[in-house]
């Protein structure tokens, strides 16, 4: 099979097509042949060496894709062979096929395409758990969401302003504002005094802030109401500053970290939650922004265009196998 390697950390030079062994089947695992797979910011991390990787050289990124189910080692009552499928969180989907074990893998709907799986689950999923799970908003409360024309910013936008939440988007560029806005934003700010420009808005402060840029977190701390939450995802912009204990107790703030894996704890929770997904996804209340397509010779370009952050959505740039 055809597959997106490297073998050396480094640029996206080091990337290139080889030929590799198709992959063997383990117990209660599947054979996906991939046709579209999703790109991330953790997949330049592993680039560079920052980050944990699957096996040894030469390494195949990609935690996420859809495609159809080639061959599977036991009988499971929702997928069979043949089955269009997709998956959130495997490794090495950037190739022309893919192990899965058959409880990460989540049952296609005709009417969602491949393409739109691979562009919505990593992020789509992210979002709903720090709208749900982090901190669930409720009506009339004001949200700040920072690095809000990216893949997640996007998406928890749109899920925020479903429940009906005031979100306040913070973004770099004047073209990643007018996104947030088009996503439902009721006020667009750029990353220069943005927490002034908050206090604008809300002058006692957010009840909400989701930080994922990290370095921001000081700031988010101090630009959320007496009693806000602030919910701490990513680390985009650096490492965040520490935190003194005795500023969360004198404002009686709330900080909350959050990671998708200790939501996604069963198969029967994946699938529900994805099922979510796809369904506002079929009712038009959820708009996917698929940033560019690549074929996977042409992988280093998906990456290089990513690490430029010149593009609105760009955790969700995709490669498309052909």
């Known amino acids: ?30 054979l996906v042949r991939v046709e579209s797979a999703g790109l ?37 009552p929702e997928i069979k062979k043949g089955a269009r499928v997709a998956f959130a969180d495997s490794p090495q989907a950037n190739a022309e096929f893919a192990i899965v074990d058959i409880d990460r893998l989540i049952p296609l709907p005709d009417d969602i395409s491949a393409d739109v799986a691979a562009a919505l689950l990593l992020q789509g999923l992210t979002a709903q758990y720090l ?18 024309a990216g893949g997640v910013g996007l998406l928890l936008t749109q899920l925020l302003k479903l429940a009906k939440t005031k979100v306040i988007a913070v973004a770099s560029t004047p073209e990643k504002r007018e996104a947030a806005r088009r996503a439902g934003a009721d006020c667009v700010i750029g990353v220069e005094n943005w927490s002034e ?13 989701y930080d994922s840029v990290g370095s921001t977190l000081g700031d988010s701390l101090a630009t959320a109401r007496t009693g806000g939450t602030v ?30 894996w200790n939501v996604l704890t069963s198969a029967a929770i994946r699938r529900s ?50």
């Open 1 to 30: 099979m055809k597959a997106l390697v490297f073998n050396e950390f480094g640029d996206a030079d080091v990337l290139h097509v080889a030929e590799l062994p198709t992959p063997p089947i383990g117990p209660n695992q599947a």
């Open 40 to 76: 991330n910011f953790a997949d330049v991390y592993r680039r560079n060496g920052n980050y944990h990787l699957v096996g040894k050289a030469p390494w195949v990124l990609g935690y996420e894709g859809a495609g159809v189910v080639a061959d599977i080692a036991v009988d499971d």
């Open 131 to 148: 709208a749900r799970d982090s901190y669930a908003a409720k009506s009339g409360e004001v949200a700040v969401v920072h690095a809000a």
């Open 197 to 209: 420009n908050v206090r604008e808005f809300a002058p006692s402060g957010a009840d909400v802030i």
């Open 231 to 260: 919910v701490f995802f990513g680390m985009a912009g650096g490492d965040p500053p520490p935190v003194d204990a005795r500023v969360l107790m004198d404002r009686s703030l709330s900080l909350v970290g959050g990671d998708l």
């Open 273 to 322: 939650r994805a099922n979510e997904l796809f369904d506002l996804v079929r009712k038009g209340a959820l708009d996917v922004k698929i940033a560019a397509r690549f074929p996977l010779a042409r992988g280093a370009d998906a990456h290089r265009m990513l690490e430029g952050r010149g593009v609105i959505g760009m955790k969700n740039d995709r490669m498309m196998r052909k």
